[in-house]
């Protein structure tokens, strides 16, 4: 997987992204990844953007040990395509967070081309790789949710923590985004629960809703950002643990969070006379500090 972002960002790096006003709905996969190629942020942002190769925001659709998490959508459920060209944008639901951008920018024939690689023998998960939540949808294409007091997001302009100039050719502007310090920004994907808006409603990511409803109303006071996006020397860590892939720190992240409790009681019981049956009592409890339910969905 990390030769092929290599690989990938040197290609994109000779194909110029487009500005906002050049946009026009994406037809093929190859159009939807250079509207929001993200190269140029690297010159800047090398730590932010090295964080970002090895989060699973990077890989949207691949699953952990570079398995392809979407294959059961277009092979055995109720959004399942008996050939590629049936599929829509409606056949895959994991688009409204698995690639937001694709609601707004991409025609049905990029579903149609995703199902193509998804279902061909072997895979072509190389196109598949090419579908990213890349720097500019965090911090462009989904910066607002009041659209209708706020608008969409504007042309030219990349939002952050501040307001001020930006050094990049097409986004020349930064503005504030009063939600990319709050939950709410984050739980524009990893949700609220079931998915209503589709013909067949699925239940999805539940961390937002657990983090509102368990969380908030006890008491607590962190926002996603604050444990998942810790600043280090000032930086925000833009990896937003766990990577799955590496198993080693997701098991320390648990860890920290999770406790579990074992009290046991052995004894002897009397079941006749003269025998004696050798029992345990086992309790356990199993507590946990995270601001969700663990695991999601």
């Known amino acids: 997987m990390r030769k092929l972002s290599i690989a990938l960002a040197l290609v994109l790096l000779a194909v110029p992204a487009l500005a906002p ?24 942002h090398e730590t932010h953007y090295a964080q970002w190769e090895k989060s699973h925001h990077a890989r949207p659709f691949a699953g952990v040990g570079g398995g392809q998490m979407l294959t059961p959508v277009v ?37 149609k081309e995703l199902a193509q690689a998804l279902m061909s023998d072997p895979q072509d998960k190389a196109k598949v790789a090419k579908l990213q939540i890349t720097c500019k949808v965090c ?13 969409q997001p504007k042309e030219g ?19 504030k985004s009063v939600i990319m310090k709050q939950a709410i920004f984050c739980g524009q994907c990893h949700g609220t629960g079931p998915n209503f808006e589709f013909d067949n409603p699925v239940q999805c990511a539940t961390l937002y809703g657990s983090y509102q409803h368990n969380y908030l109303s006890n008491g607590g006071l962190d926002s996603c950002q604050d444990c998942h996006m810790k600043k280090k020397d000032g930086v925000s860590d833009h990896l937003i643990a766990p990577n799955f892939d590496d198993k080693e720190a997701t ?31 086992v309790n356990t409890k199993i507590t946990h500090s995270a601001g969700h339910r663990i695991p999601d969905g």
């Open 139 to 151: 911090h462009w294409e989904q910066a607002i949710v009041h659209h209708l007091n706020d608008g």
């Open 75 to 111: 092979k055995a459920s109720p959004f399942k395509v008996a050939k590629p060209e049936d599929a829509t944008l409606k056949t895959f639901p994991c688009f409204k967070c698995h690639l937001p951008q694709a609601l707004r920018w991409a025609e049905d024939s990029v579903a």
């Open 251 to 281: 098991q320390k992240l648990l860890a920290s969070a999770i406790n579990l409790n074992v009290q046991t009681l052995g004894y002897q019981w009397l079941r006749k006379a003269g025998t004696l049956i050798p029992k345990v009592v």
């Open 21 to 44: 006003a050049e946009m026009q709905k994406a037809k093929t996969i190859d159009e939807l990844a250079k509207m929001f190629d993200s190269t140029s942020c690297k010159e800047c």
């Open 157 to 175: 302009v990349i939002y952050g923590s501040k307001a001020g100039a930006h050094d990049d050719k097409i986004f020349t502007k930064m503005e």
